[in-house]
């Protein structure tokens, strides 16, 4: 359950993605510089070892913590990636390169989009697309779509099986977990578990909201969207059974689907320089986007190494999920504690961008203020929406029980 989307405009290129994983996967950022290899080495994806390339480029990306692939990653060239699970007629090989796996790849092996494309055709070709994508234990595995972008251009690459299709972008574009190539998606759609992503839902409202977007404060609100309820009845659109999908911005621990964004990003690419913010952290609709570089990697200190299924306390990530899991119990009145705050230090970092490590630590003595306002609302008034025995805010104390949050 992801969204992507892009805007290209005369002057520069607007990108963005929502990564939804589950709740207990952190996602970090992670920065690798470029590098020349010696010939006949060999590099270890997430289930596969194949030939690396003589160089890399400098990347970084946001990845699942035990993943080698990228769920979104950029470049030193401008070559900005994204992919979506898409649900097809085709079987998926237990062994292959995941779509993230591709999705790295393409981003250390090329210095435009159109050779990204090329690149990742070429190794689905030797190597195909296949692998599991989750580690709970569930057999979960996909084909991928995938927004390609630089500083110029943007394309669209869908596949399905040994298929696929390509379709320049001219305007903007977004995708979600549903092939939307004409033709390529009626051949080869899984019409009932693409019906079951809410994607048909999803995919239309972000794309007319993209066609709206002029820079990242646009995007950054396309991606914290909660969907026509919230936008109608301004309250977050969060079921019990299902979790919060029927918005860019998900919010996990529904009885019968438990997914939540886990990370969000935008990037503004153009050739007089690329800007990118990063949450780092889950639920954009309560987090901050700070601003990051390829060209500044933060030390491990700054964001902590979090583990996989078990709450880390030194870690941005579980930091932020200690704030989001309280929010959840009653998001309508305890968003509005820091939610002006987090626009105000939005708008000064676009005006006027610091450091990484600048904004990144200032986010952290941020997040432990919201924390402490949240905590004293819920002492002086405990009320939670969510109350009954599968409710979300039941699920979620339930969870960090067994994560030790």
């Excluded at 939804?20 to 070892?49: K, M, N, Y």
């Excluded at 626009?343 to 610091?354: A, C, G, I, T, V």
Aim: hydrophobic share 35%.
């Amino acid at each position: 359950m992801c969204d992507t989307l892009v805007v290209v405009q005369p002057h520069c290129v607007l990108f963005a993605k929502n990564s939804d994983r589950p709740p207990d996967e952190a996602q970090i950022i992670d920065w690798q510089p470029a590098r020349e290899h010696p010939p006949g080495s060999f590099v270890t994806c997430t289930h596969l070892r194949i030939p690396q390339a003589r160089r890399t480029h400098a990347v970084m990306m946001s990845r699942p913590s035990w993943m080698w692939g990228a769920e979104m990653a950029t470049n030193e060239h401008g070559v900005t990636i994204g992919n979506e699970a898409v649900f097809t007629q085709h079987r998926v090989p237990r062994l292959g390169l995941t779509g993230m796996d591709l999705l790295r790849l393409g981003c250390e092996r090329a210095s435009s989009a159109s050779e990204a494309i090329e690149v990742m055709l070429d190794l689905m070709a030797q190597f195909g697309q296949g692998g599991d994508c989750d580690r709970h234990g569930s057999v979960f595995r996909y084909f991928s779509s995938f927004i390609v972008a630089d500083r110029r251009r943007a394309f669209v690459l869908e596949t399905a099986g040994p298929h696929h299709a390509i379709e320049e972008v001219l305007d903007a574009r977004s995708i979600s977990n549903g092939l939307t190539i004409p033709g390529f998606a009626e051949a080869h759609s899984d019409k009932l578990r693409t019906w079951a992503s809410r994607c048909r839902l999803r995919q239309p409202r972000t794309q007319g909201r993209a066609m709206l977007a002029s820079g990242p404060k646009d995007l950054f609100a396309i991606l914290r969207d909660h969907g026509p309820v919230a936008e109608e009845k301004g309250r977050i659109d969060i079921n019990p059974i299902v979790g919060g999908v029927s918005g860019t911005c998900m919010h996990g621990h529904g009885f019968a689907v438990n997914v939540q964004t886990t990370g969000s990003w935008v990037s503004r690419l153009s050739p007089q320089g690329d800007r990118h913010h990063v949450t780092a952290t889950s639920a954009p609709c309560l987090s901050l986007f700070k601003p990051a570089s390829v060209h500044e990697p933060l030390p491990p200190e700054e964001l902590g190494q979090p583990a996989f299924g078990r709450a880390d306390s030194h870690s941005l990530f579980w930091q932020h999920e200690r704030l989001h899991r309280l929010v959840l119990q009653h998001p309508e009145r305890l968003l509005p504690l820091f939610e002006s705050e987090r626009n105000q230090y939005e708008q000064r970092w676009l005006l006027s961008p610091p450091s990484s490590q600048k904004a990144f630590a200032e986010s952290r003595v941020l997040l432990q203020r919201w924390i402490e306002l949240v905590t004293d609302s819920l002492k002086q008034n405990p009320q939670t929406k969510w109350p009954g025995r599968f409710g979300t805010a039941w699920q979620a104390a339930r969870h960090n029980q067994r994560i030790g949050l």
